[in-house]
Nanobody
């Protein structure tokens, strides 16, 4: 199994920055997608940013130019750098990795426990 542990959330004023981290408990054999999602109160979970193996990096329109997703393979860690934060960015943020833990195994979605980001106006 793979556990994802997130950190870096908190309370920040509008215009501020935060960096979320997501550390995996082990290295995966292969990774298909690395992503960050968020869920605001009363709203559905939405995909914020994703890196697809061999493909482009994608962002939801509302965060383009402000958020950057990245990974450090040596540390088995994924990051979401968030800048110019707005009150509408307030949500619980979840990291998600889809990958295989071994050759011959099917891809599996792994999720972090979520970290709260609150942006005050």
């Amino acid at each position: 199994q793979v556990q994802l542990v997130e950190s870096g959330g908190g309370l920040v004023q509008a215009g501020g920055s935060l960096r979320l981290s997501c550390a995996a408990s082990r290295r995966l054999f292969s990774i298909n997608v690395i992503a960050w999602h968020r869920q605001a109160p009363g709203k559905q979970r939405e995909l914020v940013a994703a890196i697809t193996s061999g493909g482009p990096t994608n962002y939801v329109d509302s965060v383009k130019g402000r958020f950057t997703i990245s990974r450090d393979n040596d540390k088995n860690t994924v990051y979401l750098q968030m800048s110019s934060l707005k009150p509408e960015d307030t949500a619980v943020y979840y990291c998600n990795i889809r990958g295989r833990i071994a050759l011959g195994r099917s891809p599996t979605d792994y999720w972090g426990q979520g970290t709260q980001v609150t942006v005050s106006s």
